[in-house]
């Protein structure tokens, strides 16, 4: 794509609304605004920067369209390093639609997905962990993802990055320095290789810190997998319900309702679910329907937590024992639905408390206990202290595979070094090590890297 000529595109969700952004960038920018705007004001001599100019914007025939306000911030102030014009209509989709389309009327071109923050990340407004922050902030489900989104979007990942690079960076001009006067290049550079080990360990341990931050809190931006399972007419589609508060599945007195799998999200004070409602466990009368119990197998087994429901009313059958027994007592939550109807068993309770499974009783229908439930889940989630700090840096997938690399490269360091490899040898695993990290913060960077990471923005971001 070219990345010199004009933008524009509409940086406001589509649909009905108060007010829709028009965001134009590049060269022309104050040119096109000039050219379709007409202020309300009689002496209006042209944008004055970072002000807000109240107007109408014209078609090409020059009929009033829109009544507007509109802003000019020139480069390198703008949000992405160059002339930036933002036009603020009235949000329906017809008029945001055409006042976008007068523009481009004017010689500029429709911006592709990302490419405002692309400019960004080219004009050095920012690095590229703060303009996948920006994707990470617009998609955050909860406030503990827009958190994490928050402290990448304020530099703080990158300078931890950085700092850790630089460290390494600083250890390879010493070692290719003494190299260079050295004439026994095996122990070139190495005078002091416990001060060297102690210098790598703190690399490691902060690489370290980041890769277990991935892997404590990686699922807070994108949800945690916590599935509904058990027999068919268990209640798994009326406790789905309930949770959502509306009729998101359907329940009839026929069992076998739900046929593969329903999706929602749920926000459990600050902690993103994908709750799934699986098809109920039973023989599958077709193809289809065979299809559907196969595919809710792989979720449940794929699933942080697995809630098998059955109705307490009745004795614990034996698929639902098996179900609890293959999950295994680390993911699953037995929850006892029909409370209404009547109690748990002895023989039920003594069962589960002898295969160390959790079990709790809930009413679908009355909605008795399913608060309780909630809650439990969310503490199983993320009980033992897993909820990240404020402010806590968390990779993204990217971000993590180049930080495994660059560990990797440092064990390789440490075990060469260990084994009385040369320096030049040595000097490989720092030079890959330093490159990794480089990658993380978009120092160094493909032009593939660049289009699939903004290629996943929104238009007119």
Request: charged content about 25%; overall charge negative; some cysteine.
């Amino acid at each position: 794509m070219d990345t010199t000529d004009t933008i524009a595109a509409v940086a406001t969700p589509l649909g009905q609304g108060g007010i829709g952004i028009i965001r134009i960038s590049g060269p022309l920018s104050r040119d096109v605004g000039l050219a379709v705007f007409s202020s309300a004001r009689s002496r209006f001599a042209g944008f004055q920067p970072y002000v807000l100019h109240h107007g109408w914007i014209l078609d090409h025939e020059g009929r009033s369209v829109d009544e507007v306000l509109v802003s000019y911030m020139p480069g390198p102030g703008s949000y992405t390093g160059e002339d930036v014009l933002e036009i603020n209509c009235h949000g329906g989709p017809a008029v945001v639609q055409y006042v976008l389309e007068i523009c481009l009327r004017r010689g500029i071109r429709m911006a592709e997905p990302g490419e405002f923050t692309l400019r960004a990340f080219l004009n050095g407004r920012m690095d590229l962990t703060q303009a996948e922050s920006v994707a990470e902030m617009v998609s955050a489900p909860t406030t503990m993802g827009l958190d994490m989104a928050a402290a990448k979007l304020a530099g703080r990942f990158r300078g931890k990055v950085e700092e850790l690079r630089e460290t390494l960076e600083g250890l390879r001009a010493e070692i290719a320095a003494d190299m260079d006067f050295s004439e026994e290049e095996e122990i070139a550079g190495l005078a002091d290789p416990q001060g060297v080990l102690e210098r790598i360990g703190r690399v490691e341990s902060g690489v370290g810190e980041l890769l277990d931050n991935f892997r404590r809190h990686h699922c807070l931006r994108e949800g945690m997998p916590v599935i509904l399972a058990g027999k068919v007419n268990a209640g798994k589609s009326s406790l789905l319900n309930a949770i959502l508060g509306r009729a998101r599945a359907i329940v009839t007195h026929e069992p076998g309702t739900t046929r593969d799998y329903l999706e929602e999200v749920v926000n459990l004070q600050g902690v993103p679910v994908r709750l799934t409602d699986t098809a109920g466990i039973r023989t599958a009368r077709d193809d289809v329907e065979q299809a559907g119990l196969q595919q809710g197998r792989e979720l449940i087994f794929g699933a942080t937590l697995v809630c098998i429901l059955f109705d307490q009313s009745l004795p614990l059958d034996e698929d639902t024992q098996e179900l609890i027994q293959e999950v295994g007592q680390e993911r699953a939550l037995a929850v006892g639905n029909k409370a209404d109807l009547g109690p748990l068993s002895p023989e039920a309770r003594d069962w589960l408390a002898h295969n160390g499974v959790e079990y709790l009783s809930i009413s679908a229908r009355t909605g008795q206990g399913v608060d309780f439930f909630l809650e439990r889940v969310r503490q199983r989630l993320v009980g033992g202290g897993s909820e990240p700090a404020e402010g806590e840096l968390v990779p993204n997938i990217r971000q993590r595979d180049k930080l495994d690399k660059a560990l990797a490269e440092l064990t390789g360091f440490r075990q060469g070094l260990e084994q009385g490899l040369p320096a030049d040898v040595l000097l490989t695993h720092l030079e890959a090590a330093c490159d990794h990290l480089a990658e993380v913060t978009g120092r160094i960077s493909t032009e593939e890297v660049l289009d699939r990471v903004f290629s996943s923005f929104c238009i007119g971001k």
